[in-house]
Structure formats: structure tokens, C-alpha cells
């Protein structure tokens, strides 16, 4: 006889299976529903709107890519974008809200550096991973924490450094040097002096431009005449004044080789009326715009994922040049991250210093559909990745590969070690 | 209303405020450190706009100038939060001594164009002396220097009581002040100046001190921002910190103490729901500035004056 104060074994067994299965079903359930949160920190608006509009289609792009491959760790991935207008001051309320507010296990995806320094202090106290997509040399420096990392792109410091050896063997030794006088241009002027001097060249004249000008002719008188190389980087709407004017400059006599880094012609076409001066000179490229004639086996796989043509515009209009040099970043951040996630175990916020921890500890990257731009090398003590970089040069109105880098050539002594400082 | 009620009132809304950092979640309530401290920094621009009539387009290098006072040092010479908030409110107030002793000698539309010339000059000097102020890019306020009393200003609670500790000092200053001699002074400034060079007072020396302890205010607020939130940068200098105390001002009434603080948390919060629901969010709180100055050009504040409470200060 059975009732319900003296069940029968069988129904005791089949009451504790059922209890069991019930136990397990909601963790499962939880676990495949539970996606990892990824904040993701965009210039949507304001002076980084151009690379905010390509770095959301290629980490959409990447995401997709990883949702479909299974997620991290079994888990769905989920991005929420955020946009924090180009400001650091609202970069941190963004970094704020990503975390505290919308659960976010990490926030990445910041470009610029003025951004990346007003917000990485919020996510030191929020003690939250924030992978920056910057180029700055802000991290390798020691200026910012040990939850600050820069694992999908190289710095400018490094970036710099590995231009000198070619530009020395191939451009000249005599260079002189337009920058824009602020921080960006400050990088410039004190790694690139330092760089070409190590390959026996000199700067003949650093010539700082005020960020407020708009005519720059006045400048062109204190070029040297024993200038070879003329290495500039001007960026922002300037860029084309300053280029037309350099072109009547020098008119149809002789000129020295010229030597820019990309960052002058990002979203903008290289055939754009009125940078016809630029024909035949180089650039520095970290990912080439115009895909070139031996580029690795993962290079069309990635155009295609991220809606990227073989001349670097966009396949939808061909008038929407990317910025082909930087948006990769976000792609290989976070398939950084996949491998980081995976590799502390993550479940949840709790596991957040144990994924900087595992983060540190990776070192070779290898190229691969992760890392479309190329192998890559991290230093887990200054948080910050390097490989190799590209020069190109325009021709017909295209940048054309003519150069690739050794991943030594941007190399440099640790300036911190961020592994002894304290979460 | 009676003076005992007007400070009563004033008070409430400082236990208000004090109390809200324990019903909000924690996310709001490190907003509303934010927006206590931007509120310092617009009654500040109040006491010069509202009550005296002064409409600067200089106020972000009173700010700038008290972030980067407390900033520098904190950050090349290792000063703690306590003296570098003495020396912001210094800097923002002889920053303003020095602007006002050249601008004041205009008014009206000079006055913002001399103002607005002024802070763009800071903008640029912090841009120049890049080695020591970071640029454009600014730097991270080192942890020792968020240090007050042996509390870390990092911490949640502390930055709290902090913002919160020198918004109320703010708020009673400028209710006593407002409320003295001198504030009716201010307000005569404004109202009609040469009636006020006929009664004696001095329009440039009233407007000059007015315009120290606005930026005194200015200071104050920029050294906390550094000193909260560690960060100091240039963009602080740049002119849209001109014109985000002025539109808190104008948005909570112009001319009362209370409404900067209500026009600081209002925009601060719409701008927070419209970037939650478009990506057009620049364009929502625009949109939402205009209608208030075709519907309510004297603010909530200054309609709640005119409509309901004739004494509101």
C-alpha cells in the first residue's frame, strides 16, 4: 500500500530522477540562454564617427562569425553598442553604463586616445576588462591599469619605429617633419627622430603645425633644400588643403620623396581631386586598403565577412572608403578575447581578474581567420600586441603594397609591467 | 517667504539629494556625483549669468584651469585630493580675476566674444605644454593624489560624499550670498547698470568680484572632476564646457540657487534616456532645449517663480 506518508520505492526513485532532472534542467537552460555580454564603446558621433561606422561593421561582422562557430565556451555572444560621441568624459559615463547598468562582462572597441585615457580610470575602479582598439602608445606606456589592454592592434610608438629602417634604405636620410602639434603628432616627432637616427639619418626640420590652421604655405619655406624625404601627418579635413598646397609648392620641379602614415587618408579615396600630389609617394599601412596580389589566405574570407571590396570601399557603395588600416582591431579583439575566455574558464563577472590573468599569459598569435592583418606577438606585461606593418605606395590613384615589415623592426625595451601592480 | 523657510527648504533638498545615493542603484548614484559636481560648476556660472546679468563663453578655462591646477600636481608631484582642491579653487579664481580685469571691459556681445577668445587661448596653452599637460590626450589622475583624509576617492561612497559635501557648500554660499546686500547688487547689475553707477556702486568692480566667485565655483567643480573621476584632459577646455553650464541654467531657471542643479540632473538624465533610445540622442536633447525656450524661456525654476512661488531665491 502506498500514500503519501509511506511512498513506495519505486516512486520515491522515480520522485528523486525527476527531482534531479529538474535540478539540472534549469542550469542547462540558464547556461545556453545566458549570453556573454560584450559592451562595446563606439564613436558613433562625433570627430571618430568615420572609424566608429566600421569598427560596428566589422566587429558585427566578427561576432557573427563566432555566434555561428559555436560562441565562447558554448556561450552566445551579445553585443551592445554604446555610443560615447568622441568624448571622454561621456566615455566614461559609457564604460559606467556598459558595466553597471547593462551587465557587460567586458566593454572594448575604443578608439581614440583622448576617449581611451578618460575612460580606462571608470573600468580600473569597476575593476572590468577594457580592450582598447586605439593604436595609442597610452598603454605600453604605463599611463593607464592593470585592466586596460590593447590586444588587437599595434602602437604607435611601434608602428613608427618600424617605418625608419625602409624609409632610411629606399626614401633618404634627411628628413623633415610635418606634424600636427599636439599628442599625435608629439608620437611622431620624438619615436621617428629617435628611429632614423639608429639607421644613421637625421631630422633636418620637425616644422609643428597648430591644430587650428587652415593654410600651411607660409610653412613650406622652412623646408630645408637638402631635404629627402618630406614626412608628414596631418589628419582631419585639413589634410586635403594641405596636400593642394604643397602641390603648388613644388610645382613641376623637383621635390623629395614623400612618406605619410595612413591615418591622414583614412575614409577618404586615395583618387579624390586634389590629392594628385600624392601619386608615386608612400604610406604606412597596418592592414592594406587595396588588397594586395600575395595577401594571405584569410584576407578574402575576412573582405567579404565585414562587406570590405578589393579596393577597400565598401560593397554596398563604393564611395564608403573604410578604415582599413584600423577595424581590424575589433575583429581580432574579440577572437583575443574567445581565446582568453576560453582559456580562464570564464562563467561570469566574478571570473573577471582570472581573465586578465589568462590574458597576460598568452604570448603567440598566429595568423589565422583571427587575425586577418597577421601574426602577432602579446606582451602580457605591457598589455599590448605587436606585428608586422605595411608600406605602400600610391599608384594611378591606388595604394599599392610594396613593402611588408618583420615584426622585430617595430619592437621596443618594456616601459612597465603591469603584471606587478594590483588589481 | 520667510527667510527660516527658504533655508528650510534649501536644506531638504540637500538631505534629498544626500539620501538619493541610497535608493539609487549604484550606477545612478555615481551619476549623480557627476551631476552634483557639473551642478557646483553651474551655479557658479548662475551667480555670473543668472543673477549678475554676465553672459561668458569662457567658463571652460575656469574649469579647465581648477582640473589641470589639481591635476599637475597631484600628477607630477604626487599632491594629495586635499591641497589640490585648495589650488583648483585658487586657479579657477585667479584664472577669472585676471580674464574679468581685460573682458570687463566689454559687455554684451564683446563681453562673450572676449570670453570666448580667452578660453580658447587656455585650450590651446594646455594643447602647446603638452609635456606636462598631456594635450589633447590629457592623463590619468594617479591614486595617490584621489586621496583625502585616508579615504580613496576612487571608492564609491567617499567620491559620494564628496561631490555631495562640495555641492552643499556651494549651494549654501550661494543662497547666503544671493540673499545678502551684495546679492541685491548683483541682481541691480543686471537689471539696469547705470541706475546702479548712480547709486554709487562700482558696475566693475561688483562684476569683477562676481565673476572670482564664479570662478571660484568653476575651479572647484573642474578640480573635482579631476580628483573624482581621474581624469584630466583638454577637451575640458574646449568650448561645448562653455555652453553645457549654460544650458543647465537655463534649463532649470536662471537666477534661482536651485536651478542649476535641477537643469544639470535633467539634462544629464534625458541625454542618458535618448542615447538608450536613438542613436540620434544629440538630436532628442536639442530638439527638447527648444521647446523649453519657446514654452518655458525662464526655465522650470523661473516658471515655478513666476507662477507659484513669487520668493523662490
Same mark, same amino acid.
Given at each position: ?66 555566434? *555561428?562557430?559555436?560562441? @565562447?565556451?558554448?556561450?552566445? $555572444?551579445?553585443?551592445?553598442? =554604446?555610443?560615447? *560621441? ?8 559609457? $564604460? ?17 586616445? !583622448? ?7 571608470? *573600468? ?38 618600424? #617605418? ?6 629606399? %626614401?633618404?636620410?634627411?628628413?623633415? #617633419? ?34 587650428? =590652421? ?8 622652412? @623646408? ?8 608628414? $601627418? ?40 586634389? %590629392? ?38 565598401? $560593397? ?10 584600423? #577595424? ?11 581565446? *582568453? #575566455? ?60 610594396? !613593402? ?20 | ?20 545615493? /541610497? ?27 543668472? /543673477?549678475?546679468?554676465? &553672459? ?28 589640490? &582642491? ?23 556681445? +564683446? ?63 550661494? &543662497? ?54 581621474? /581624469? ?8 561645448? /564646457? ?36 536613438? +542613436? ?34
Amino acid at each position: 500500500m502506498t500514500n503519501l506518508l509511506m511512498p513506495s520505492r519505486r516512486a520515491l526513485l522515480k520522485g528523486a530522477g525527476a527531482g534531479v532532472l529538474a535540478g539540472m534542467l534549469p542550469a542547462t537552460v540558464g547556461a545556453q540562454a545566458a549570453p556573454i555580454k560584450v559592451g562595446f564603446q563606439l564613436h558613433r558621433t562625433g570627430i571618430g564617427a568615420s572609424y566608429g561606422r566600421w569598427y560596428e561593421r566589422t566587429v558585427t561582422a566578427a561576432l557573427k562569425k563566432i555566434n *555561428a562557430e559555436g560562441g @565562447i565556451a558554448g556561450r552566445p $555572444v551579445e553585443i551592445l553598442f =554604446e555610443d560615447d *560621441a568622441t568624448d571622454p568624459k561621456r566615455g566614461a559615463e559609457v $564604460v559606467d553604463k556598459l558595466t553597471q547598468s547593462d551587465g557587460c562582462d567586458v566593454v572594448m572597441g575604443t578608439l581614440f586616445s !583622448h576617449v581611451v585615457m578618460g575612460s580606462a580610470p571608470r *573600468a580600473g575602479e569597476l575593476k572590468v576588462p577594457y580592450l582598447v582598439c586605439s593604436e595609442g602608445y597610452h598603454v605600453a606606456s604605463g599611463a593607464l591599469n592593470r585592466w586596460t589592454l590593447q590586444p588587437g592592434i599595434t602602437d604607435v610608438r611601434s608602428q613608427i619605429s618600424s #617605418m625608419a629602417p625602409w624609409v632610411a634604405a629606399n %626614401l633618404g636620410k634627411k628628413v623633415t #617633419m610635418f606634424y600636427p602639434d599636439y599628442a599625435f603628432g608629439y608620437d611622431h616627432r620624438d619615436h621617428f627622430s629617435k628611429a632614423i637616427a639608429a639607421q644613421g639619418g637625421e631630422m633636418v626640420a620637425m616644422i609643428a603645425i597648430p591644430p587650428t =590652421e587652415t593654410s600651411f604655405t607660409r610653412y613650406f619655406a622652412q @623646408i630645408p633644400a637638402d631635404t629627402e624625404v618630406l614626412y608628414h $601627418v596631418m589628419v582631419g579635413p585639413a589634410v586635403l588643403t594641405f596636400v593642394k598646397e604643397l602641390g603648388e609648392f613644388y610645382g613641376t620641379g623637383p621635390k623629395p620623396q614623400l612618406f605619410g602614415f595612413v591615418d591622414s587618408l583614412e575614409a577618404v579615396d586615395t583618387a579624390t581631386p586634389g %590629392l594628385e600630389f600624392l601619386e608615386g609617394s608612400h604610406f604606412w599601412e597596418a592592414h592594406p586598403r587595396v588588397k594586395p596580389a600575395d595577401a594571405g589566405e584569410f584576407e578574402a574570407g575576412y573582405r567579404e565577412a565585414v562587406g570590405v571590396d578589393d579596393n577597400g570601399t565598401s $560593397v554596398s557603395d563604393a564611395k564608403d572608403v573604410a578604415t582599413y588600416s584600423h #577595424m581590424f582591431s575589433t575583429w581580432e579583439t574579440l577572437h583575443f578575447l574567445k581565446q *582568453a #575566455m576560453e582559456a580562464a574558464g570564464y562563467t561570469g563577472p566574478a571570473d573577471r581578474q582570472k581573465l586578465v590573468e589568462a590574458m597576460e599569459a598568452i604570448t603567440d598569435l598566429p595568423y589565422g581567420p583571427e587575425r586577418p592583418q597577421g601574426a602577432k606577438v602579446f606582451n602580457g606585461k605591457t598589455h599590448q600586441v605587436f606585428g608586422v606593418q605595411h608600406i605602400s605606395q600610391i599608384q594611378s590613384g591606388k595604394l599599392v603594397q610594396v !613593402h611588408t615589415t618583420s615584426m622585430e623592426d617595430g619592437m621596443y625595451e618594456d616601459a612597465v609591467d603591469y603584471t606587478t601592480m594590483a588589481f | 517667504m520667510s527667510g527660516a523657510k527658504v533655508w528650510a527648504l534649501h536644506l531638504a533638498v540637500l538631505v534629498a539629494l544626500f539620501a538619493a545615493q /541610497y535608493l539609487l542603484p549604484p550606477y545612478h548614484a555615481t551619476n549623480l556625483a557627476r551631476v552634483l559636481v557639473l551642478a557646483l560648476f553651474a551655479m557658479g556660472y548662475n551667480l555670473a549669468f543668472g /543673477y549678475t546679468g554676465l &553672459l561668458s563663453l569662457g567658463h571652460a578655462l575656469f574649469f579647465a584651469g581648477g582640473m589641470f591646477a589639481a591635476g599637475l600636481p597631484a600628477y607630477h608631484f604626487g599632491f594629495s585630493a586635499g591641497p589640490a &582642491l585648495i589650488l583648483s579653487l585658487l586657479g579657477g579664481g585667479v584664472l577669472a580675476g585676471a580674464v574679468g580685469l581685460f573682458a570687463l571691459r566689454t559687455a554684451g556681445v +564683446s563681453f562673450m566674444i572676449v570670453t570666448l577668445m580667452f578660453a580658447q587661448a587656455g585650450y590651446l596653452t594646455l594643447i602647446y605644454f603638452n609635456a606636462w599637460t598631456g594635450g589633447d590626450q590629457g592623463f590619468a589622475v594617479p591614486a595617490s593624489g584621489r586621496s583625502l583624509f585616508g579615504f580613496a576617492l576612487s571608492s564609491d561612497g567617499p567620491r559620494f560624499a564628496v561631490a555631495w559635501g562640495l555641492f552643499a557648500l556651494g549651494f549654501l554660499v550661494c &543662497l547666503a550670498l544671493v540673499r545678502s546686500r551684495f546679492g541685491r547688487v548683483m541682481v541691480a547689475m543686471r537689471e539696469n547698470e547705470e541706475r546702479s553707477r548712480l547709486l554709487g556702486y562700482n558696475p566693475f568692480v561688483v562684476k569683477l568680484i562676481v565673476l572670482v566667485i564664479s570662478g571660484l565655483y568653476a575651479g572647484l567643480a573642474g578640480g573635482a572632476w579631476a580628483l573624482l573621476f581621474g /581624469y584630466a584632459g583638454a577637451s575640458f577646455a574646449t568650448i561645448q /564646457y562653455s555652453i553645457l553650464p549654460m544650458l543647465y541654467v537655463l534649463l532649470g531657471g536662471a537666477g534661482t540657487v536651485a536651478g542649476p542643479v535641477l537643469g544639470a540632473a535633467l539634462m544629464f538624465w534625458l541625454i542618458e534616456l535618448a542615447s538608450g533610445l536613438t +542613436s540620434a540622442w544629440l538630436f532628442l536633447v536639442g530638439a527638447a532645449l527648444v521647446v523649453l525656450v519657446l514654452f518655458a524661456p525662464k526655465g522650470i525654476l523661473g516658471w515655478v517663480r513666476e507662477k507659484v512661488w513669487r520668493g523662490l531665491p
